[in-house]
């Protein structure tokens, strides 16, 4: 036989079965992606500071920024002057009803010495009843005093109340004048400088959650059946010395809709018109990067 077409004839097997082992090498591929966040402003107002830089790491809930609060803190002081002109209205039903309090005591007593009087003779039914006459009409006019002082404090009270929320409206207004980071992540992207003019809803910076990377990639049906939510499989990233480096992964979502093979990535059956997408939750070290493309082995 010809040596070139032995050679030919032994090479054939082998590479059909190094193509079979490549292929066994992993299920799909993909890249890798975060849960970003864009943070804007909640406030309008003068940008004072924005202490952010592409690329730092931030903890949730670091104060980075602040937009001018100048105005909104006057507002705050002009309606707690306001309250307390108001609450200082509000009346003292025991002060304003005491005289009328000691008019029915009064009378009270010299209803009693009539009384005693008129066992011996000595007053006339008359007097004792002009005086209850008398102690009936105090008892209306304080009646009449109390109910007018109580609407009065309640009308006050409303308006004092009225104030209350509008300060903490206030107060909440000038808590979103602070840069508050959401998340702990790194910095991708910054939109914003101090000295500019922000409105509500301006950008000012990204974060991006990299301490948890998703690797979304794409699976067939015939795939799709062989997975499930929380499966655990290997993920593989390029370690850039020519192998590959290895990674624990969770599917932590499977797309319930089948859409069209996506041209830049790379299936087990490529010729599959329809897949379905999935993300694999992958912990960072440090290495893996927004982007990155990574290799997915079932289990």
Not at 23 to 41: K, L, P, Q, W
Not at 110 to 126: T, Y
Not at 178 to 192: E, M
Request: hydrophobic content about 35%; aromatic content about 6%; charged content about 25%.
């Amino acid at each position: 036989m010809n040596p070139i077409k032995l050679l030919t004839a032994l090479s054939i097997p082998f590479l059909m079965f190094s193509c079979s082992n490549g292929n066994r090498e992993y299920d799909a591929t993909g890249s890798f992606e975060a849960t970003e966040i864009i943070v804007s402003s909640q406030a309008n107002g003068r940008i004072l500071l924005l202490n952010v830089a592409e690329g730092e790491q931030l903890q949730a809930g670091q104060k980075v920024g602040q937009i001018d609060s100048t105005q909104l803190y006057l507002q705050k002081m002009s309606l707690l002057s306001s309250a307390e002109g108001v609450k200082a209205q509000k009346p003292d039903i025991n002060k304003q009803t005491a005289a009328i309090h000691e008019q029915i005591r009064t009378q009270e007593r010299e209803k009693a010495r009539v009384k005693s009087l008129l066992a011996s003779n000595a007053a006339n039914q008359k007097q004792l009843d002009d005086i209850e006459s008398q102690i009936e009409v105090l008892q209306k006019q304080l009646l009449a005093l109390t109910s007018t002082l109580e609407k009065s404090t309640k009308n006050i009270s409303a308006q004092s109340t009225t104030l209350e929320i509008q300060v903490a409206q206030l107060n909440d207004q000038l808590e979103k004048t602070q840069i508050i980071s959401p998340i702990s992540g790194t910095v991708l992207n910054r939109y914003a400088e101090a000295g500019e003019l922000a409105t509500m809803g301006t950008p000012l910076f990204k974060i991006a959650d990299t301490d948890t990377l998703y690797l979304r990639a794409y699976v067939t049906n015939d795939q799709l059946a062989q997975i499930k939510l929380n499966d655990e499989v290997s993920v593989r990233v390029d370690d850039g010395r020519g192998s590959m480096k290895p990674y624990k992964g969770q599917i932590s979502w499977i797309s319930d809709k089948s859409e069209f093979t996506p041209k830049t990535i790379q299936t087990k059956n490529e010729r599959a018109n329809l897949v379905y997408a999935l993300k694999i939750a992958v912990s960072n070290d440090g290495y893996l990067k927004i982007g990155m493309y990574g290799e997915v082995k079932f289990k």
